[in-house]
């Protein structure tokens, strides 16, 4: 057993991960979509955490807060989060206590240029051509004080503020394995993201830093965070999905009433914390084909939803989404036995409640992807518009920047649009549930009505979660234990 993982088994000494686990599925029974989309973010962010051990390249996702001012969907996971978010905070005001050591702790100047002396005497041994045995005994003094100097600059690189992340002389910092999380959330990652899209690609396509090694070689990035349903324009959304990075989008309509934190939370935020470090660290990577969960039923008609959906995509989009639903399984499947080898001897009924938890787990968080990926229709993508699509989107772009406008103005801002073709192209974008012309104007559709219509345009059960019992059970006798307290 490795060190995380008796750690872990210390932590949850007493209290029940599995019972915190089912809480999550249930915390927003009102709210399915807020509820949908936090279960398969905190998937996603394991997933991301854990490194290769899952996949070459982790998904990246993005919340979409359609409507709502408070977020309770965002708090809850930055809650599970919090040991790995810790490090992309403000530095304390009082210098960290000296290491005899460490020269460099607490002094990021003389880091930063201890390192880039590095750089510079490595490519001073390369130019002058000297055999790379002799390059290597060179620099292994060197490296000593890299490693001494990175976390002196870069605290942070598990997660990091995507415009905190890339370096001018170092490229993109990350990990020692060579992977990091970008952290959307803000308008400067968010404008950074929007540049880099647009004139810097290259960044994304090629995402290149220095190793711990000293080579310069290829990193592995993934994106998380939340942005608004206003910041979630077209834009930003043909941008990422013609990028490299395969990104899975994430909207909800509502933010949950407040409800206080998870009366479990710092057990979850220890179990992501520990889970994933022990996956990282620990954990070989895992071929897809190894396990598997049952796909018949409801997760069979996401797994369909998704990929029909899909169809309209750019590039090879509809495999990657393929590649996750099986690859999700894979993370689940993980998480279960590792909550199982916390315990010293399972009973039958803990097997049992775990099968229905991975379940649960896994068709919840499929049902979110789904809902991002019929969402991407708000965009044109997925909905069959055809050679019908340029027109369409130009007439959908014009009533969402102007505002709602009567036929007869739609047609003479969009002047090379006869009346025919006008009211086709209307009746078009009104059937996939884009524009409105029942009154007097044409208007189009808010993104929060769009999503509300998601389960009525598409088969889209509701899921039967097999947790139920056992969390109403545990729940009643909750209320027992608190009514006896009182009397």
Same mark, same amino acid.
């Given at each position: 057993m490795s060190f995380e993982q008796i750690a872990w088994t210390m932590a949850a000494k007493g209290k029940d991960p599995v019972r915190a686990l089912t809480g999550l599925l249930h915390r927003f029974p009102e709210h399915d979509m807020s509820r949908c989309q936090l279960v398969a973010s905190l998937l996603l962010s394991m997933w991301q955490l854990g490194g290769r051990t899952f996949s070459p390249t982790a998904p990246s996702f993005l919340l979409i807060k359609a409507s709502g001012e408070k977020d309770a969907v965002w708090q809850a996971l930055t809650g599970m989060l919090k040991s790995p978010l810790a490090p992309i905070k403000a530095a304390p005001a009082e210098p960290p206590p000296a290491d005899p050591?460490?020269?460099?702790?607490?002094?990021?100047?003389?880091?930063?240029?201890?390192?880039?002396?590095?750089?510079?005497?490595?490519?001073?041994?390369e130019q002058r051509g000297l055999h790379p045995p002799v390059i290597e005994a060179e620099m292994m003094r060197w490296r000593e004080q890299w490693c001494q100097c990175k976390p002196e600059v870069f605290p942070a690189t598990e997660i990091n503020h995507y415009f905190k992340a890339h370096d001018p002389d170092f490229g993109w910092v990350t990990h020692a394995d060579d992977h990091i999380s970008l952290l959307i959330h803000g308008p400067k990652s968010e404008a950074e993201l929007r540049r880099d899209l647009q004139d810097e690609q290259s960044k994304l396509h090629h995402p290149q830093g220095v190793c711990d090694d000293l080579s310069r070689w290829d990193k592995k990035l993934a994106l998380m965070g939340r942005i608004t349903g206003k910041s979630w324009d077209t834009s930003l959304a043909d941008g990422l999905l013609g990028g490299p990075l395969p990104v899975v989008f994430l909207p909800y309509l509502s933010t949950p009433p407040e409800a206080g934190p998870h009366p479990d939370a710092g057990l979850l935020a220890?179990?992501?914390?520990?889970?994933?470090?022990?996956?990282?660290?620990?954990?070989?990577?895992?071929?897809?084909? /190894?396990?598997? !969960?049952?796909? &018949?039923?409801?997760?069979?008609?996401?797994?369909?939803?998704?990929?029909?959906?899909? %169809?309209?995509?750019?590039?090879?989009?509809?495999?990657?989404?393929?590649?996750?639903?099986?690859?999700?399984?894979?993370?689940?499947?993980?998480?279960?036995?590792?909550?199982l080898s916390a315990e010293p001897k399972p009973s039958a009924?803990?097997?049992?409640? /775990?099968?229905? !938890?991975?379940? &649960?787990?896994?068709?919840?968080?499929?049902?979110?992807?789904?809902?991002?990926?019929? %969402?991407l229709g708000f965009h044109g993508r997925g909905i069959g518009l055809g050679s019908d699509k340029t027109a369409a989107m130009q007439i959908l772009t014009h009533l969402r920047t102007a505002g709602p406008c009567s036929r007869r103005d739609l047609q003479r801002k969009l002047y090379w649009l006869d009346a025919k073709e006008r009211d086709r192209l209307l009746a078009r974008l009104e059937e996939a549930s884009l524009v409105s012309t029942a009154g007097r104007h044409v208007e189009a559709v808010p993104l929060g009505d769009y999503l509300m219509g998601i389960p009525g345009r598409l088969r889209?059960?509701?899921?039967?979660?097999?947790?139920?019992?056992?969390?109403?059970?545990?729940?009643?006798?909750?209320?027992?234990?608190?009514?006896?307290?009182?009397t």
């Open positions: 050591n460490n020269m460099f702790r607490g002094k990021p100047e003389l880091s930063r240029e201890t390192m880039q002396a590095i750089i510079a005497r490595l490519k001073n041994l220890s179990m992501v914390t520990y889970f994933t470090r022990h996956q990282r660290n620990h954990c070989p990577p895992a071929r897809t084909d /190894l396990h598997g !969960l049952p796909m &018949d039923g409801e997760p069979e008609i996401y797994a369909d939803l998704i990929l029909r959906s899909s %169809a309209g995509l750019p590039g090879d989009r509809r495999f990657g989404l393929q590649l996750l639903i099986r690859e999700l399984q894979l993370v689940v499947s993980r998480l279960c036995v590792w909550l009924s803990q097997v049992e409640a /775990l099968n229905h !938890l991975s379940r &649960d787990l896994y068709v919840t968080a499929l049902r979110g992807i789904a809902y991002g990926v019929a %969402a889209f059960p509701q899921p039967t979660l097999a947790t139920t019992t056992a969390y109403k059970a545990g729940m009643e006798k909750a209320t027992a234990a608190q009514a006896g307290a009182m």
